[in-house]
């Protein structure tokens, strides 16, 4: 009998807070913003100093509209990545909170997928002010936002956490 059991359903104000959420996490993703704020106005000084030299106002036609673009695919990239998945993004989810595991079951858009994940399996888990985030393989993460719980679902999921999870457990609001 599971202690918590949510139906969420997918949709991209919820995708865009899980992303932000564990992008902000993965060093990955702070190397590449900074190369990438880091390039573009070392790109630019160089072109300006050519532009002067020559003559021309060549960085004008050529490093803004590059600087322009990357900054629009940087913040419009959960958008897109959510269309992306659309197709294969589960759209609605089942998940039940066991004493020493929890399981999910997902489906939609002709596909299922169904997997159980022992707690000791979880590296982290986070509580925000939206959702509760478990961190259980390099690149696995479990959303799960609190408009899909029950009236004291929540209290009863973070004392759950707050005992498996000891130390690894940070609210984060």
């Known amino acids: 009998m599971p202690i918590v059991e949510i ?3 997918t949709d991209y104000e919820t995708y865009r807070k899980f992303f932000f959420f564990v992008n902000r996490r993965r060093p990955i993703m702070w190397a590449s913003w900074l190369l990438y704020y880091a ?3 070392v790109t630019l000084l160089f072109l300006v100093i050519f532009a002067f030299l020559a003559d021309i106002p060549l960085w004008i036609w050529v490093g803004v509209p ?3 673009a990357g900054l629009i695919a940087n913040v419009t990239a ?5 269309k ?3 197709g294969r993004c589960p759209l609605v989810t089942t998940t039940a909170f066991f004493e020493d595991y929890f399981a999910y079951n997902a489906s939609g858009q002709g596909l299922g997928q169904s997997a159980s994940i022992d707690y000791s399996h979880v590296a982290r888990a986070y509580e925000t002010v939206d959702a509760f985030y478990l961190h259980y393989t390099e690149k696995g993460w479990g959303f799960f936002p609190k408009k899909f719980f029950a009236p004291g679902q929540v ?3 973070r004392a759950l956490f707050v005992r498996k999870f000891e130390d690894k457990f940070k609210t984060t609001y």
């Open 7 to 9: 139906t969420e359903h």
């Open 39 to 41: 390039l573009i106005p």
């Open 66 to 68: 590059l600087w322009i």
């Open 78 to 82: 959960p958008r897109r990545m959510f």
């Open 84 to 86: 992306r998945s659309s």
């Open 155 to 157: 209290e009863t999921l």
